[in-house]
Nanobody, 117 residues
């Protein structure tokens, strides 16, 4: 059973930056497709970024709303994935989660990101 722990959230002003971390532990097999999701009050959880490993190549993908502002990456040796968020907007305010897209685990607690002046 894999567990994901998200961290790095906080309060930031519009235009600011944050880097979120997603650490995987437990019975880890090769996670080849990892997604970052977010959920705002009253809204469903939505995928914002993913990184798919295709052999030697890691292929990132982004929702239109974050394209050009967010960057997903990973350090395989640490079983850790990152989400670099730049030019943050108030509408980015949400709880951010990570999960294996192919074999989803139970959702972690997430990390709160609040963008406000």
């Amino acid at each position: 059973q894999v567990q994901f722990v998200e961290s790095g959230g906080g309060l930031v002003q519009p235009g600011g930056s944050l880097t979120l971390s997603c650490a995987a532990s437990g019975t880890i097999f090769d996670i080849t497709d990892l997604g970052w999701y977010r959920q705002s009050p009253g809204k469903e959880r939505a995928l914002v970024a993913s990184i798919r490993s295709n052999g030697r190549i890691d292929v990132p993908d982004y929702a239109d709303s974050v394209l050009g502002r967010f960057t997903i990456s990973k350090v395989r040796a640490k079983n850790t994935w990152y989400l670099q968020m730049n030019s943050l907007k108030p509408e980015d305010t949400a709880v951010y989660f990570c999960n294996d897209r192919r074999s989803p685990a139970a959702w972690g607690l997430g990390t709160q990101v609040t963008v406000s002046s």
